[in-house]
């Protein structure tokens, strides 16, 4: 038996319904295999604003960094968005928030499931067999480097910095992982254009002699936006920089048909945190309608990368399985007739378990 400390921070938009049903799914594990899991509740994002006027308050960092594991639901709210004067804004609570507690390698993978193929926006034959994981840059590059505006506010610039020892770290999870995998690892940068890119490249060429099992490669990052549509089956795991990370994890999470279907790591120097890779979805708040399955596979990869409970981290997935062959399926995947609730859809997988 364990005893987890878990820090849960629900956030905003349908936050709080995702992370209910993670919980329930977790809360069914420790009962099956006799562990008792604590569970902390803290405010980020505009519930904290709202709460507070600071989108990452300081008891929420303290609760985090007592934690062996944080359980995250989605941040942001459109009354922020459309004002662009705003001096405090959700978003700023997530930087925050990685930057504090040093999450620097964001693990966001992208799978199939084979029944739920049709679904994709990709023809079929394109995608089966798709398993890649991004290993995005978390806490540096042009999201933290210096910025500002002149002349009055008609120019603005963003710096994007990289150290060598920044890259090596990031690299370093993303050469293990790799190992643990098919031993393939690509670097994604723009090396033709730019320096930061090129210290990239030429730091993880200096680490494949380290690594001599691994398969590496060096792509340019558009020609990896294309790729990931034309033949996404034939990566294996991605390192890249914090932006271009954001933009082609976006990208690459519709290929499994919907969104609300994968999960993310995000591995820190201290605890480290796992979220659905969804945003907040406000149109969809309180109405029960939300895929929670995002947020309860981030609770499996929570099992098995922070508890290292590989079993209990098998049996979520397996009971998510289960529910997505038998069609037991959120209005994003079903004809919204035939839709099963958030709620339903937790319940299913956390009932599973316990019957497995
Ligand atoms: C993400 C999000 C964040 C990011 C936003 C909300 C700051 O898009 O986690 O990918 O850009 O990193
Ligand atoms: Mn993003």
Redesign the pocket.
Known sequence: MKCLRIAVLPGDGIGPEIIKEAVKVCDSISKKFGHEIKWNYALVGAAAIDATGNPYPNETHKICENADAILFGA??DPKYDNDPTAKVRP?QG??EMRKKLGLYANNRPTFVFPSLLEKSPIKRDRIIGTDLVFVRELTGGI?FGEKGTKENGKVAYDTCLYSEKEIIRLAKVGFDLARKRNKKLCCVDKANVLESSRLWRKTIQGMESSYKDIEVSYEFADAVAMRLIQSPNMYDVLVTANLFG?IL?DEASVISGSMGLMPSASIGSKTSLYEPIH?SYPQAAGKNIANPIATILSAAMMFEQSFKLSEESQMIRKAVDLCINESILSEDLALSKNAYSTSEIGSWISEKILSL
């Open positions: 941040l942001g978003e997530l930087l999201y954001d994890t945003g």
